[in-house]
């Protein structure tokens, strides 16, 4: 599952977590993201000693023994990790999903955690970018909107389990509040609000008011949005 920060990503990690046949793991290549960057995130040492920050020991691990023995595997990646050092040998072994979101939504939310995002922190280009590769690939992604998953959680996780060939599961309608055992150690700076939930929230209201640089940020990353839109279950 693709997606870019603020995007719903951690309440559809816990979705398919709360199914007995999945396992799932947390941003596996944020660590290896920070050492490559430099980047100073939140909790940045505490991430760096949390994972490895080898990149083809996280992919191996993506392809490998499925955790736990179970049947099925999620994956919460984050866009804007996969620079030039990420492996991407793996992706023609697993399926495909992006989660979208309007990205004055996403702006104002991220912007309330980070100081100064830019367009490569909140990843539109680089899901513009990945889903064009996979395409090249003869690879079939499926694209998902979040506004739409908040405003009908049960028609839409049946949509996308009947995309990927699986059945719909009643359970990933809600979860135990308190988080994932398979939360990232930045959990605690970044889930709050999730953390106090037991399902999907509900639907959205308008969207914000951005202005002077929020508003140009979500401006640029509005093409990638509606791009990505056109092709959404």
């Known amino acids: 599952m693709w997606s870019g920060p603020r995007n719903l990503s951690t309440a559809m990690m816990y979705s398919f977590g709360a199914r007995a046949d999945f396992a799932v793991v947390d941003e596996p290549f944020y660590a290896a993201y920070l050492q490559r960057t430099g980047l100073d995130h939140p909790m940045r040492d505490q991430i760096l000693r949390s994972q490895s920050v080898d990149p083809d020991v996280v992919g191996a691990m993506l392809t490998g023994p499925i955790p736990e023995g179970k049947p099925h595997f999620y994956q919460k990646h984050m866009t804007q990790h996969m620079i030039a050092a990420m492996p991407r040998d793996w992706f023609a072994q697993v399926r495909h999903v992006f989660l979208i979101r309007h990205p004055a939504r996403v702006v104002a939310s991220f912007g309330a955690k980070y100081d100064n995002p830019t367009l490569a922190d ?90 002077g640089t929020a508003a140009e940020l979500a401006k640029q990353a509005l093409p990638h949005y509606e791009a990505l839109s056109a092709k959404k279950l």
């Open 122 to 211: 909140i990843g539109f280009t680089q899901q513009t970018e990945i889903y064009q590769q996979l395409l090249e690939q003869g690879l079939d992604p499926l694209v998902i909107d979040s506004a739409d998953i908040r405003r009908d959680p049960s028609t839409m996780l049946n949509r996308l389990c009947t995309a990927l060939g699986l059945p719909f599961d009643p359970a990933m309608l809600s979860w135990p509040k308190g988080g994932h055992r398979s939360d990232g150690i930045w959990a605690s700076h970044w889930y709050g609000a999730v953390h106090e939930s037991t399902g999907f929230a509900p639907a959205e209201g308008p969207l914000p008011a951005l202005s």
